[in-house]
């Protein structure tokens, strides 16, 4: 319980990429997952990066000057029709690797162009109205 707020939903989630990286995120984000690219405010277009939205998602990719992808933080994208998002994920070359140690879930991780890692999840059809 709060106090005098409420969360309403996750507006985005930020992942590090390094300088220079924006087209390897274009050809996965947009081209891959088929998500659209946002034109980022003029103050932070100068800092680099580049932001994408996909139905409820919006992943923002920022630029930081010692870059590590992230191989344990990650987002959790809940998405329909699974089978078909990690097969085109293998079909583009990313490794797709399932776990169904989440109860009343599907899901899977794989990652982006740059390492980082993103877990892809789809309840399961006894779980949906949950």
Do not use: Y
Request: aromatic share 8%; glycine share 14%; proline share 7%.
């Amino acid at each position: 319980m709060t106090s005098g707020f409420t969360f309403e939903r996750l507006h985005h989630v930020q992942l590090d990429i390094p300088a220079g990286a924006e087209e390897d995120c274009r050809a996965f984000w947009a081209g891959v997952l088929g998500m659209t690219e946002l034109v980022k405010p003029p103050v932070l277009a100068a800092r680099g990066g580049c932001w994408f939205r996909g139905g409820g998602v919006e992943v923002h990719l920022g630029v930081v000057p010692e870059f590590r992808p992230a191989r344990k933080g990650h987002p959790g994208i809940q998405v329909g029709a699974l089978d078909a998002l990690a097969e085109r994920l293998a079909a583009h070359g990313h490794e797709v690797i399932w776990d169904d140690n989440l109860p009343g879930h599907r899901r899977f991780h794989s990652s982006d162009r740059l390492g980082n890692r993103l877990e892809f999840l789809e309840p399961l059809p006894a779980a949906a109205g949950a």
